[in-house]
């Protein structure tokens, strides 16, 4: 009791000290040592971010099914709780396509629209994630992630790509329809084909082709950052800044191209060529918690509550982390937990749907050269300004423009490269991820990722279940009498005399079974273990006795050592010695703690050969004898 005492104290004194409490708000730690020439590279870092995530934020609320002023109220509550609590200069929080795909799976069908959502499910599904994220956090059980394969979340990446990128081609073509499923919406937009609209195709693959051209601008701008022996001219060096820059904001240049062109044909009385985004609510959300009297919460809801906050902190943890190894620092993974919970929780109560780590929006932080979370804040004003006095012009946004967007961000999610990778490492993880990947598609990313993360545990766990048992050949071994000369004398045990030429263990090893375990024998394997030890040694016509060889096990539990209750018992009866050998302390301590019947453990190999072999000649002689 005193050690626990102690160790309590400890902890409590380490978790309330001045340096725990400054790591979990990192604030303290890195603005005492801001300077003056960090302030112009995180005011450009964000407000590049800026002009990123509002077209962003706009097209990301149609994939959620959501008016699209609930991706501008997703879009800034994040940045100013990261500015807090986050441990990355780099992560930009905000609504992200896959995040957004989710939470189109779990909600109420608006009864005035049925393309759309009621937004209360969502809100609330927010702050229940930052809960479920704080709590995580808090309790240091961030590592609950790793339990999902690079596989799994490939497949369920370039699923959820081609998932968004499908629901998206009816507004390239200017349909409308409702699906819910990437089969559905397959077979809705063959269905739907008569209803193409001409505008929307050209001005949607229009904006596509631009988006694709201005990104290779982009690219092709920062070529000569990487030749060391080249200087550009000032000039030169001013346009190229200015072609990346131009190509960093490349959805915000289509958006606003596209709105003129929209607004021009309503101007010149053409409306109804193109299909536009209509109205959308005006000014910032009022500050209130989410509607918690909704009724349904849990059926409607349903798994996201489990599959979201996972996924939301992968693709962000997964981020900083990356990030932080190319700017060389480091994230805390418990701390990123609690700081994109606590954006959940406080998002939700401006209205925001789950939130998480861009990575595009990442990487143009990154690329700006932002030196603090403090970009954040700009990033976030200026949502606020776009939502203030911006929303009017949203109505002549286009569907078409949105969707372009959208399609040209997420099909880059689609990670080719992992399946000829696995080909060649482990075919087995390839397995998981096309799995993955057709679940996804065909029952949904939520249900997909769950079947994959099962098929990643069963394989997992199939080595416990099974662990590699051995049939050793006792005459393949090489064996030594360690025992001193002088302890060998067999005067004590004259039924032995006729045996003192020979070590009695060369004698003896050709009539013992040696079987060994390769791992830890936990109850999965337990029945396995104790099967496998009745065929291989009761089953033959003349049963030998058995050495359990412990060497590789370096744990047991309960069940394991009921089971070997059970079998010692059932060996006695058969008259078959079974003994166990190189048993570690703490298993041996776990055996008498047990008060295992019949136990005889022998510290090696060689000596559970000796020991049974001069138990053997002991019986033999005491048979012959009484005979």
Sequence with gaps: MDDVRVALRDGAVNYCSLSAWKRRFPLSIWLPKYKASYLLSDIIAGFTVGLTVIPQALAYASIAKLHIQYGLYSAFMGCFVYFFLGTSKDVSVGPTAIMSLLVSMYGEKDPNDKELHLPEYAILMAFICGCIQFALGFLHLGALTGFISSAVIAGFTSASAITIAMGQVKHILGQSFHGDTFLDDIILTFKHIKEVNGWDVLLGVSSMVILYLLQKVKNDAVKWEKDEDYTPTTSKLLAWKFLWFVGTSKNAVIVIMTAI????????????????????????????????????????????????????????????????????????????????????????????????????????????????????????????????????????????????????????????????????????????????????????????????????????????????????????????????????????????????????????????????????????????????????????PHPKPVILDFTHVTGVDYTMIESLHDALEDFGKAGIKLVFCSVKDEIKDQFLAYDLKSLVVYSSYESAIQGLAEENAIDEAAAHLNT
């Design 261 to 540: 062109i929209a607004w021009t044909l309503e101007y010149t009385h053409k409306s109804g060529k193109i299909a536009l985004t209509g109205n959308v609510t005006e000014g910032i959300p009022m500050f209130e918690p989410p509607e918690f009297g909704i009724p349904d919460v849990f059926q409607v809801l349903n798994v996201g509550i489990v599959i979201i906050p996972l996924i939301g902190y992968l693709e962000a943890i997964s981020i900083g982390k990356s990030f932080g190894r190319q700017n060389n620092y480091k994230v805390e993974p418990n701390q990123e937990l609690i700081a994109l919970g606590m954006c959940n929780v406080a998002g939700s109560f401006v209205s925001s749907y789950p939130v998480t780590g861009s990575f595009s929006r990442t990487a143009i932080n990154s690329q700006c050269g932002v030196k603090t979370p403090a970009g954040g804040l700009i990033t976030g004003g200026l949502v606020l300004l776009s939502l203030q006095f911006l929303t009017p012009a949203f109505y002549y946004i286009p569907k078409a423009s949105l969707a372009a967007v959208i399609i040209m961000a997420v099909i880059k999610m689609v990670n080719y490269r992992i399946f000829i990778a696995l080909w060649k490492v482990r075919k087995l993880d390839l397995l998981v991820l096309i799995i993955t990947f057709i679940m996804c598609l065909c029952i949904g990313v939520a249900y997909g990722t769950l079947v994959g993360i099962g098929i990643d545990i069963m394989i997992l766990l199939y080595p416990i279940a099974r662990p590699g048992i051995r049939l050793v050949d006792p005459s393949a071994r090489q064996h030594y009498d360690i025992t001193p000369k002088a302890q060998r004398s067999t005067e004590s045990s004259p039924l032995l005399s006729n045996l003192q030429q020979v070590p009695l263990h060369q004698i003896y090893r050709d009539s013992v079974l040696v079987f060994e375990v390769d791992r830890s024998m936990r109850f999965p394997a337990s029945e396995y273990i104790v099967e496998s030890l009745y065929q291989l040694s009761l089953g033959g």
